[in-house]
Nanobody, 120 residues
């Protein structure tokens, strides 16, 4: 099992930025970020192949969020810019072994989450 620990969440005003970090005990083929707001379904935000660095984004965040990884540090990041109230939610880091996309069904290990709150 891969241990994942997220950090970097917090409260920010509309238009602000946050950079989330996910420290992994080991890197799998794909690392991803997901989010969930109260009463809403979990949403895939971004994913990246750890070897090649191919990225995948949900339409709602494309152009505003950037996923990246530091293989030496076994850490994946999510740079979030121009934040909107709709971005509010608990953000989870996850790991997948065979496929890479923003579909959560491929991910087998999950972190505990870090809260992101965007206010007007």
């Amino acid at each position: 099992q891969v241990q994942l620990v997220e950090s970097g969440g917090g409260s920010v005003q509309v238009g602000g930025s946050l950079n989330l970090s996910c420290a992994a005990s080991s890197f799998t083929y794909c690392m991803g970020w997901f989010r969930q707001a109260p009463g809403k379904e979990r949403e895939g935000v971004a994913a990246i192949t750890t070897a090649g660095g191919s990225t995948y984004y949900s339409v709602s965040v494309a152009g505003r969020f950037t996923i990246s990884r530091d293989s030496a540090k076994k850490t994946v990041y999510l740079q979030m810019n121009n934040l909107k109230p709709e971005d509010t939610g608990m953000y989870y880091c996850a790991a997948a072994n065979r496929k890479c996309s923003t579909y959560g069904e491929y991910f087998t290990d999950w972190g505990q989450g870090t809260q992101v709150t965007v206010s007007s």
